[in-house]
């Protein structure tokens, strides 16, 4: 088997379709299309957009066969098979809409990923549902007394028989898919953006933050039901006529190498990752192996989705300088489900620009005031450093905004509104929410948090309270909620928020009021939240036990969060200095290190 | 129990606490009810790099609906005993 190729005679057209039908029929006229790769290195699948839109549309009359009507959700667990992009396009020549369902369990998660599934599928109603063979007993599970039309694998779905007449098709204004990246587990909200909303995102990524050309080829780990994963990686290479290589999220955990490998096998020159997939990609490369890879192809490494610390990054670059690997490479960019995928990009082939600001100021007066780190160093000032994510795609406006909503000038830090071709509809059938974050005049209000430097965005703060782990945005919320599931826990004894971990990483912690005085039942209760956590999640956790009435409230009554942060940062800052009269603290001791502010602050993320 | 199906179990068990001594135990005596993550303490990038560890040493591919299932070391023994026997 081959991969199919990264250049042919079909002349470039980024991303200029009114529909994403009539990308893949343009498209189908050329060579290149979509590799799958095994864990092993081996190629297992090679379609060509023309194969993968034969196959597509055979598949769409058979969806059609189910009686489902235009605007119907098909919810697909998004596992990387070839399988899912074949769905995916099938959704679009039949008129419906797919919606990507997460393809991730943790250790033990059986139960928690079942509950998140049925959320999804209640959420979207969706008519029907697919997932590949190995995810079926979840999806199964997660349907039982729902009344879809079909639930199976793509065997099943292919055994259908197909409907006659004429495929509905497309129109710009049609929904393309549903995304949910950016909802809580517990309260999910699906971004719905249109054919026309996510191919002005494309056009724009591709002229003007990528500047494609008609020899780039994409290389890719990233989960399909992910932005990133979904936009960047499959729609539009599709949308540029580009070949891409796909290695499975948990195939490029276990054995990180096989990204680069594949990256240098096929001389791919984009790809993207949060920091910690080249942190751990740079932990397990070895001498040998740069070597014998050629990365001098690679020009575009996109880094987002979490907070930016250049440590991993240089790391990374080091290790892979003996195989061409170029830091100018790197660009920092920032988007959201939100506004389709991309806002910002950093300039191609430059160094990460980095501002810095006197910390203080920017604290007290939210003023980002430039500060260079000898200066602050010889006068004793604290410095914050944030990466600088570039110009905002053209087709964006920008406006920051004060808390009364009034626009900012430069170098002040208010909260992110935008507008533009990009930015979503709103989310699926819940109206309350969408008039949260948009105006009806088209703003929208990311809830995150930055200046404009010479009209490049920097990025200081994000959504309120969303912590991030691993380039994942996690809900406090949710946390709370697990929390508050343990006996003897109230409706309002919890409070989640963001810390940073000895090594600079990111990881949420969780402050429990709790009764108990026996230290075996108070041991039992942190152990059992760190459990649940860890089931739902993936992640570590710092539990903490405090009185009843430590938590902070606002007048009205609700949980002020960033307080309960303050005052818990300052409870721990009071232990490592008294080491002696720590008793309050359960969680592990090696985390005990106070958490820096500037590096939370230097949160960057691509949703 | 047979006892080679025994001895099997054994050599992986021994095996397994070779691999998840390399992780962060926090001080704590392994045995095979020694839970993953509750006691153990390993997040997911943990979870994967062990799974890596598995599969090229016992050469077995573990799907993931058996990982969600698995709590303990025990759980964790007998799933790759029965990956082994399903493989030969």
Request: proline fraction near 6%; charged fraction near 25%.
């Amino acid at each position: 088997m081959q991969p199919t190729g990264s250049s042919h005679d079909l002349g470039l057209r980024p991303s200029t379709f009114s529909t994403l039908c009539e990308a893949l029929d343009y498209a189908a006229g050329g060579e290149t299309g979509v590799n799958f790769y095994n864990g092993r290195g081996e190629l297992y699948c090679a379609l060509s957009y023309g194969e993968l839109r034969e196959q597509s549309l055979e598949l769409a009359r058979r969806l059609l066969g189910l009686g489902m009507e235009k605007g119907d959700r098909v919810a697909l667990v998004a596992e990387t098979t070839p399988d899912f992009v074949r769905f995916f396009w099938a959704c679009q020549y039949a008129g419906l809409v797919p919606v990507p369902l997460p393809a991730t369990v943790h250790i033990g998660g059986h139960q928690a990923f079942v509950n998140q599934l049925r959320k999804l599928l209640e959420n979207c109603r969706a008519e029907a549902a697919m997932a590949p063979e190995e995810w079926l007993s979840f999806l199964q599970e997660a349907t039982e007394g729902l009344e879809l039309r079909c639930v199976g694998t793509p065997d099943v779905f292919d055994a259908l028989e197909p409907a006659v007449g004429e495929l509905p098709g497309a129109e710009p204004q049609d929904t393309a898919y549903i995304q949910y990246t950016s909802g809580s587990t517990r309260f999910p909200r699906g971004v719905v953006i249109d054919h026309a909303t996510v191919l002005a995102n494309i056009n724009d990524m591709a002229l003007n933050g990528l500047r494609l050309n008609d020899q780039d080829r994409f290389g890719s780990w990233l989960p399909f039901y992910h932005d990133m994963g979904l936009v960047a990686f499959i729609i539009m290479p599709m949308a540029t006529q580009r070949s891409v290589d796909f290695l499975g999220t948990r195939d490029f955990a276990m054995r990180p190498r096989q990204w680069l490998e594949l990256m240098s096998r096929n001389r791919a020159t984009i790809t993207s990752a949060p920091p910690f997939g080249y942190d751990l990609a740079a932990m397990r490369v070895r001498a040998s192996d740069a070597e014998k890879w050629d990365l001098s192809n690679w020009r575009v490494a996109c880094v987002g989705a979490e907070l930016i610390s250049p440590e991993p990054l240089q790391r990374f670059a080091e290790a892979l300088a003996p195989a061409g690997f170029n830091p100018r490479s790197y660009v920092a960019c920032y988007g959201m489900a939100e506004c389709s995928l991309a806002i910002s990009f950093a300039p191609l082939g430059e160094e990460m620009a980095v501002d810095c600001v006197d910390a203080e100021h920017l604290q007290q007066a939210h003023e980002a005031r430039p500060l260079d780190p000898e200066t602050a160093e010889r006068e004793g000032v604290r410095v914050a450093k944030y990466v600088d994510c570039g110009p905002l795609l053209p087709t964006f406006e920008v406006s920051i905004r004060d808390d009364d909503g009034n626009p900012l000038p430069e170098r002040h830090v208010g909260s992110i509104h935008l507008r533009g071709p990009s930015v979503m509809s709103g989310y699926f059938e819940d109206e309350a929410s969408t008039r949260e974050v948009m105006s009806p005049d088209g703003w929208l209000n990311t809830g995150d948090v930055g200046y404009l430097v010479d009209g490049n965005l920097v990025v200081t703060g994000r959504k309120k309270d969303m912590i991030i782990v691993h380039g994942r945005n996690i809900w406090p919320q949710d946390l709370e909620f697990l929390a508050k599931q343990q006996p003897g826990v109230r409706f309002t004894d919890a409070a989640a928020f963001a810390v940073t971990d000895e090594h600079q990483h990111e990881t949420a912690a969780i402050v429990v009021q709790c009764r108990e005085r026996d230290p075996a039942r108070r041991d039992e209760l942190v152990k059992n939240i760190k459990g649940q956590v860890r089931a739902e999640f993936g992640i570590e956790c710092v539990v903490e036990l405090v009185p009843p009435r430590t938590l902070p409230r606002t007048s009205s009554g609700k949980l002020a969060r960033s307080r309960a942060r303050q005052e818990f940062l300052a409870r721990r800052a009071a232990e490592t200095a008294a080491p002696s009269q720590a008793n309050v603290v359960n969680g592990p001791g090696k985390a005990a290190a106070p958490p820096v502010e500037e590096n939370r602050d230097r949160a960057r993320r691509l949703a | 129990m047979s006892t080679d199906t025994g001895d099997q179990y054994q050599e992986i068990l021994q095996g397994l606490y070779g691999m998840l001594e390399r992780f962060p135990t926090r001080n704590i005596d392994l045995q095979e009810q020694t839970d993953l993550v509750a006691d153990m303490g390993l997040d997911s990038i943990n979870v994967m790099e062990l799974l890596q560890e598995i599969e090229d040493r016992f050469d077995i591919i573990v799907p993931l609906n058996v990982m969600s299932d698995v709590r303990t070391v025990q759980d964790l023994a007998t799933q790759v005993q029965r990956l082994i026997r399903e493989n030969s």
